[in-house]
C-alpha cells in the first residue's frame, strides 16, 4: 500500500527519523527527507539506501514556515506527488524549570511545536485537493507522563497530541488521516550518551526492561501511514513506561 507513494519525514538523519526512511525505501516508496546542517551525512544516507530516483534530502529548518512551503514544493516537482507527512524533527533542552532560559523555551516551542504546524500546513491543502493524506507527528511519553526537566518539551509534544486530535476532526471528511506516535525510550544519539548508572536507573522504570529500538517506532509510524480508519490517534511505543 506504501509502494510508489511519497512521503517526507522531517529530521530524517539519525535515530526515528533515518529508521523511518529506511522503513518507508525498504517498502518501496519514494522518501524525501529534511536535514537541518550535515549535507554529507544526508548524503550517505542517500547512498546508503539505495536507489537515487526514490529519495531525496532537503536542507530546511523546522522553524521556518516559508522554508516548509519551499521544501513541499521541491518533492512534488521531484515526485510529481506527496501523499504523507511524518513530522518528527525536534529538538530537547532539559533543565529544571527553574533554571530553564527563555531561549531554552522558545526554541523547543519553535522547532516542536511551529514544526508541526509549518509541515502541516504546507501540505494540507494538496491533501484536501487529491482527497488523500497521512499526518504523523512524532510525539513523545513525555506528553502523557511527566519527567522532571522537561516541562518546555513535554509541553510541545502535548501540544502535539491535541493538535492530532483536532485537526483529525477536520480534515478526516477529505480522506486526510492524522495521527501521533509517542515513543518512550529509545535506543536512539541521545540514548547513547547517558552515563552507564543513570541508564541502569532508567530501564527499572520500563517493564519490557530495554530501550526501544528506532526500528520498532519507524514500523508503527508505516502502520498509521496505510491506515484509513485510524485517525485522531496516539500509538503509545514505550515498553510500558507510561505505565
Not at 58 to 82: C, H, P, W, Y
Not at 98 to 113: A, G, I, K, R
Amino acid at each position: 500500500m506504501l509502494k510508489d507513494k511519497t512521503y517526507l519525514i522531517t529530521g530524517g538523519t539519525r535515530g526515528i527519523g533515518k529508521a523511518t526512511v529506511k522503513a518507508l525505501i525498504d517498502l518501496g516508496a519514494n522518501v524525501a527527507f529534511t536535514y537541518k546542517s550535515n549535507g554529507k551525512l544526508a548524503e550517505e544516507i542517500c547512498n546508503e539506501f539505495g536507489n537515487q530516483d526514490k529519495i531525496f534530502a532537503v536542507q530546511a529548518d523546522a522553524q521556518g514556515f516559508a522554508q516548509a512551503k519551499k521544501t513541499v514544493e521541491m518533492i512534488k516537482e521531484r515526485f510529481n506527488s506527496l501523499h504523507g507527512v511524518v513530522i518528527n524533527a525536534g529538538v530537547a533542552r532539559n533543565k529544571p524549570f527553574y533554571m530553564m532560559s527563555e531561549e531554552d523555551w522558545d526554541v523547543t516551542m519553535q522547532t516542536n511545536l511551529k514544526g508541526t504546524f509549518n509541515y502541516a500546513r504546507a501540505a494540507i491543502f494538496d491533501f484536501i485537493k487529491q482527497k488523500y493524506g497521512r499526518i504523523v507527528c512524532v510525539s513523545s511519553v513525555s506528553a502523557m507522563k511527566g519527567f522532571e526537566g522537561q516541562t518546555n518539551y513535554s509541553t510541545t509534544k502535548a501540544g502535539q497530541v491535541g493538535f492530532v486530535k483536532t485537526l483529525a476532526k477536520e480534515v478526516s471528511q477529505y480522506g486526510v488521516t492524522v495521527n501521533a506516535v509517542a515513543p518512550g525510550r529509545i535506543a536512539t544519539d541521545m540514548w547513547d550518551v547517558v552515563s552507564d548508572s543513570h541508564r541502569d536507573k532508567l530501564l527499572k522504570e520500563i517493564p519490557v526492561g530495554r530501550a526501544g529500538e528506532p526500528a520498532e517506532v519507524a514500523e508503527a509510524i508505516c502502520f498509521l501511514l496505510r491506515s484509513s480508519y485510524i485517525t485522531g490517534s496516539v500509538i503509545t511505543i514505550d515498553g510500558g513506561l507510561s505505565l
